[in-house]
T-cell receptor
Framework: GQQVMQIPQYQHVQEGEDFTTYCNSS?????IQWYKQRPGGHPVFLIQ???SGEVKKQKRLTFQFGEAKKNSSLHITATQTTDVGTYFC?????????WGAGTKLIIKP | GAVVSQHPSWVICKSGTSVKIECRSL??????MFWYRQFPKQSLMLMAT?????????EQGVEKDKFLINHASLTLSTLTVTSAHPEDSSFYIC?????????????FGNGTRLTVT
């Protein structure tokens, strides 16, 4: 079945550094959604991308959907402690969401 | 808006007993509810999809007789873990959708941490 590969599994950054997570699929995606899960919490919807080449911003977060609609990225500029958590991408496949493995953002003390 | 309430937040039960987890959409009618299981440091694993008034659709490898799902109304779905065993210990999360995939996001409950002793 369809898979969504998400990398890296972890990213350690100093507060103030940038963070990026990537999702890739071998097949064309109809759309892609991004979620954030804080430690001990539940996933919270961040955004949905639908159009080829789409770029959306939410404050320090920038979401991109590739031209071929096979990849997507989430970039956080100047990370803050409130950004800590695991970021998941999820793509539709026959009206089900296929989840990436998640990228855990860890702020170095 | 789009609040999903899940209860209980955590439960400890003895091996062989059953546990019921409730998932309610508080301010919207959920056309579909999804039940996930999440192991530590792992992604979400879809267990089943339920629609109000119909039988749940279970994912491959998920025992429907062990994980009973009832979707009694557009705002309530329950998951019952029957004859629980220690290997059933996990984090169970429900989610609800107001519209339908692929265009609508999932709204998640807070999750239930189940520990079977």
């Amino acid at each position: 079945g369809q898979q969504v590969m998400q990398i890296p599994q972890y990213q350690h950054v100093q507060e103030g550094e940038d963070f990026t997570t990537y999702c890739n699929s071998s097949t064309t995606l109809s759309n892609i959604q991004w979620y954030k899960q804080r430690p001990g919490g539940h996933p919270v919807f961040l955004i949905q991308l639908v159009k080829s080449g789409e770029v959306k911003k939410q404050k320090r977060l920038t979401f991109q959907f590739g031209e071929a609609k096979k990849n997507s990225s989430l970039h956080i500029t100047a990370t803050q402690t409130t950004d800590v958590g695991t970021y998941f991408c999820a793509a539709d496949s026959n009206y089900q969401l296929i989840w990436g493995a998640g990228t855990k953002l860890i702020i170095k003390p | 808006g789009a609040v999903v309430s899940q209860h209980p937040s955590w439960v400890i039960c003895k091996s062989g007993t059953s546990v019921k987890i409730e998932c309610r959409s508080l301010d919207f009618q959920a056309t579909t509810m999804f039940w996930y299981r999440q192991f530590p440091k792992q992604s979400l694993m879809l267990m089943a999809t339920s629609n109000e008034g119909s039988k749940a659709t279970y994912e491959q490898g998920v025992e429907k007789d062990k994980f009973l799902i009832n979707h009694a109304s557009l705002t309530l779905s329950t998951l019952t873990v029957t004859s629980a065993h220690p290997e059933d210990s996990s984090f169970y999360i429900c989610s609800a959708i107001q519209g339908e995939l692929p265009h609508s996001p999932l709204h998640f409950g807070n999750g239930t941490r189940l520990t079977v002793t």
